[in-house]
């Protein structure tokens, strides 16, 4: 879970870290007192969660008040499309206004958990505000990593380690071991999968502050961190990822006309590629997962065959906790309910799958049951009318 | 033969009162899986399923000397449920709890290190060998006894593969779910070796998706040595959109590495035959045993 | 670092631990006001800094307030002489009173310093209120060990194996496993060397209850601990002892009558042995460390010779990081001050060694110079007078 | 030839610029012992004694090639220092440092065991090879070269022993302090080890003190195996009081283990001569080293 800046920014400020002086708003009325309380010039930074805002104009320089508002008016409401966000972007409701800093020199600050050797890292750059994957690639003598493990937390050698390699003057070092042990401290305590500071800007008046902060709490901790959990913000989601969301389903929307109802993530994306494979373009993953409930089938199969740009939609199950009759009813029970005006495949396997096609064929609607998992695929692509 | 678990393994469920739990050790013990204890807090010194429970698993390691400990506690006490067994010296711990937080997981195999005990998973169906042993929560019939090794890091797809083999009646030696989690225990490589040994198995399926780089390292393995067995492997996720996460904490595409494609390049020229079409992952191998 | 019964079960009480209801009392006035308050009967526990009060007559059960109070008139000011407290014995100059506790069970748990193993372990026993050495020894299998680390802390796993090891009731699990935990991390922040409760009571009411408990905190660590440090209390040591302590040496006061000035904790306890292998008896150990002052020495040479049962005394110093000369001075300018009464054999060697016995010998003060270890020995033997 | 520290040994310091480090890197220099650079934080850069002084002990490192580091920082920073320099790879740590917290030197040695770092200290007045090296603050003029290894738990009273030794013509290989606290690195018995591949060694003091088990551990080591040279000890503490603390943290008896009467039975019983009047340590040695 991903949070936004201005959000990170109040954690980072109850931490003791210095972050540039600045104030949310949402509306432009608000952005020209809150531009004459700073006084000028200041930055405008939409806040979506999403990187590379600045390219795609996300973040931009005011230098009075009133081009402020004006710049404002035309960010609110905007869908912004950034490298990470795919074609439909995403739209600014918030923009949060800081004071411009006289910046002296920025560095890099990152801490993330290290998959590969299964342990948490602090990366230090002595270059900022880049993307930290290009640098370490061009210019690798400019990083330093370090690896610490959540039981010992940051020693301070390697603080010191991080720190003297930024080559800051030696007065700013104590601050900047206090301030990397504070963040791993904090990393641990409230399970975060990635935190960075990009820039760590060093002021003319010789200042560290944290210009742009990024922060991703691990999911599966949320239910540990009342305090972290409240900052969820789902503004961004559209309507069925929400309702998908409510009932526990794993849903993404993807850019195709084929809708797919899966159970496991794994079987889900091989359905998404099967579908390719054969030429046609899933609309969506969807993962019922494996404690998936009648209702939540049937608010999953509402989701696939109410999107328009759905033609034709596969239901690939196979049972293994989920029972296919519980999905065969949920599906039934959606496709009475909305009736059935699109070509819909389904194919069943493993647990109760005799009770599940019983319950299909009996329902006496049209659905066009495949015995196996190329075959259904096959069908579904046909069925779409957008075979290549 | 088989790897991991044989038809006397003596089998320890963590968590054993639990709905879930009490459901899949049914279903363990009815394909004949030889459980022998279980564990829950508090529970101790009752009987579950006709199986004595236990407070801890040390308490259920000195009373019925289980080899292997099958775990289903919530999340939150997953990692907790790993240390415990491992400390209490059980040689393999299969972990189907999903959702285990990772800075826990980061803490677990760090404990595990000291320890000579094993780890599959979390968040994994686990291991059946077919005929013998089920420990997991994998539906049982689908598979039946024969020449071919799995190992997955995906559930339903294994079950899909699986299924695909037995209708064309080639059976499984051994199918290993790793879990599709960002940290797990044994991956590709260790169980390949473990494969590689194995009379009974004459092929082997990988199963891998987007995300992370354990087909990456599997590769890596291969290329180092000359394996004796034909190799094929599926990657899930070709159509998946970058930088977003599809259910498994795993199924992160991070930049150009973890891609569907990147981890096919690799397998590939590490001499793995790639197949693309998920619905032949059974015909592709049953034209490899007969070649 | 001990600190007083009273002072630890302060401590528990703030960490949410249950303990006795009590309070302190400082005459017998006030014990009497408690007993009133509290309600009979009560329990009235000698403060002192040692182990074995029980046995020494230092923990008093009373039926009525005035019991109590005439009870306390015999303790106060009272000289306990406990197993472990040397034939001087300890004056009690506080009394915790406590209300009885109806006791259903109890059982010992300690947490310490592994030095064997470089670990922490933690240790619980199904009696309490025992010796735990000797319930060790005698009824093992009463006795469960784990061993924890500092960096990773007792796991819920572990305090669980503890306190299911204990056969308590189930409804009594929960709550020891969240004391274990909470006095183990209490250990770890603050350094411990030793906590012990014991007697853990479980009482006829079903609570755990902490009855007794010794905490001794690590010395070198006093200085990140002001809290702490705040409970130190030297009111059992003697007036040299104090007086040492002020001036950073490390001084002990033993049975004989040979005082001994020696550099170094380990050439101190040779010193002591060479003088009982020769037939004397030390007065003391001495150590004046390796970072000693002239004024320090000063200061230890006049605790020796100032001491009325000591009849000769011997300064053995192998300078290294101590000078001679600088020893030699600070002996001579004392026996200026107070004069030279007794015989005083010294023996010196190492850095500045010349420089040091010109100040001895131009004092012209009757020192006996030894040229080494064992005539130094033999000689302040033979100058005790009481040799064997 | 001498173990840990030979003439061309790299010497590195730990908080060179403080005032007793300054003195004793000084006295080591004097003695011809190679210091190669320091460290203290804040000081990188400068230059102090003719040695460049570094921030980090990875930045000398990578610029001196110490092989040793000895380490002079206070109390506090003690366990960290030591840490940083077995995470920059020195091989051999010698940390006179006093008053360590015990459970900083707990996480320590947790921490030194992931790595192949040694340990000598702390508390320690460190190890002469004489005539060769002096790391440490021991007065290196009371030592000459010669066959007789110490291993001693006690500063001061070492010194006694080498200062007997030298006067009786006695020379020593390598004199190791173990260092006085309860939780320290290297013990008797691995030193022990080392003394025993030694050519120059022929003989070898152990001097102990109440308190710990280290003197028993040595006494394990030397039952087990069959050690090819003579070996004497000293362990003082004969008339120390029960309970009480003297100097040393490690100086304190536990119940009946640990006296000094409980050590040197240990000892004789594993083949050691004990010695038991301090004033003829080197007698006694000469003694042997003559039959």
């Known amino acids: ?388 | 033969m088989s790897i991991l678990v044989k038809a006397k393994t003596r089998i320890l469920v963590q968590g054993i009162t639990g709905k879930e739990a009490t459901f899949h050790t049914q279903r363990m013990q009815e394909y004949g899986t030889r459980v022998v204890a279980g564990v829950t807090p508090g529970k101790g010194g009752q009987s579950h399923l006709g199986l004595p429970v236990f407070n801890t698993v040390e308490q259920a390691r000195s009373a019925e000397a289980p080899e292997v400990s099958v775990i289903f506690v919530p999340p939150r006490a997953g990692a907790d449920a790993i240390m415990e067994a491992a400390d209490a010296g059980i040689k393999l711990i299969v972990c189907i709890t999903e959702g285990i937080p990772v800075i826990d997981m980061l803490r677990a195999k760090a404990f595990l290190k000291k320890t000579n005990s094993k780890l599959i998973g979390p968040n994994t169906p686990g291991i059946i060998s077919p005929g013998k042993s089920k420990v997991g929560i994998m539906p049982g019939h689908i598979h039946i006894p024969g020449p071919v090794g799995l190992i997955s890091r995906s559930g339903t797809l294994t079950y899909e593969a699986v299924h695909q083999l037995t209708k064309l009646g080639v059976g499984q030696s051994t199918a290993v779910g790793i879990g599709g989690d960002s940290i797990c225990g044994l991956k590709f490589a260790e169980l390949l070796e473990m494969f590689r040994e194995d009379l009974q198995t004459k092929a082997l399926i990988l199963i891998g998706e987007i995300g992370g780089t354990a087909e990456e390292e599997a590769a890596g393995y291969l290329k180092q040595i000359s394996y004796p067995k034909p190799i094929l492997a599926y990657v899930a996720g070709v159509t998946a959109p970058p930088g977003k996460r599809l259910g498994h904490a795993g199924a992160i595409i991070e930049g150009s590495r973890g891609t569907a494609q990147d981890k096919t390049n690799c397998l590939k020229e590490a001499g793995v035959r790639i197949i693309s079409n998920p619905a032949r992952i059974g015909q592709e191998t049953k034209a490899i045993l007969i070649n």
């Open chain 1, 1 to 388: 879970m991903l949070i936004q800046e201005y959000q990170a920014k109040r954690i980072l400020k109850a931490l003791g870290i210095q972050t540039p002086e600045g104030y949310l708003a949402e509306s432009p009325e608000q952005i020209i007192k809150i531009c004459k309380a700073l006084g000028s010039p200041a930055v405008l930074k939409a806040q979506i969660l999403s990187g590379g805002r600045g390219q795609a104009g996300g973040i931009l320089l005011a230098r009075e008040p009133e081009e402020a508002e004006s710049l404002a008016r035309n960010l609110f409401g905007k869908r912004l499309i950034t490298s990470q966000t795919g074609n439909r972007g995403l739209v600014v409701r918030k923009i949060l206004v800081e004071k411009a800093l006289n910046i002296k020199k920025e560095c890099y600050l990152g801490l993330a958990v290290d998959r590969e050797h299964e342990t948490l890292l602090a990366l230090v750059s002595r270059e900022g505000g880049i993307q930290i994957e290009e640098l370490s690639r061009q210019k690798p003598e400019l990083i330093k990593i370090i690896s610490f493990n959540p039981d010992e937390g940051m020693r301070p050698f390697q603080a010191r380690q991080l720190a003297y390699f930024l080559e800051l003057e030696e007065d700013l070092i104590k601050q900047l071991v206090s301030l990397l042990r504070n963040l791993s401290g904090f990393f641990i305590e409230k399970d975060l999968k990635l935190l960075e500071v990009n820039p760590l800007v060093l002021t003319e008046s010789r200042l560290l502050v944290a210009a742009d902060v990024k922060m991703e709490f691990d999911d599966c901790s949320l239910e540990r961190h009342q305090d972290i959990s409240g900052l969820l913000d789902f503004s961004d989601d559209s309507e069925e990822e929400m309702e998908a969301r409510n009932f526990k389903l794993n849903y993404l929307r993807m850019e195709g006309n084929i809708g797919c109802l899966v159970n496991g993530a794994g079987l889900a994306m091989a359905t998404m590629d099967i579908i390719s494979h054969f030429g046609g373009q899933p609309a969506n993953f969807l993962d019922i997962g494996g404690g998936v409930t009648e209702e939540a089938v049937n608010k999953a199969f509402e989701i696939l065959i109410s999107d328009d740009r759905v033609t034709s939609a596969l239901v690939n199950i196979f049972g293994g906790i989920v029972r296919c009759d519980l999905v065969a009813r949920g599906v039934v029970n959606c496709a009475e309910r909305l009736g059935l005006k699109k070509p819909v495949v389904v194919r069943m396997e493993g647990t109760n799958v005799i009770e599940g096609q019983k319950i299909l064929k009996e329902s006496g609607l049209p659905f066009h049951l495949a015995d196996d998992f190329e075959q259904a695929a096959r069908l579904v692509v046909s069925l779409s009318g957008r075979e290549k």
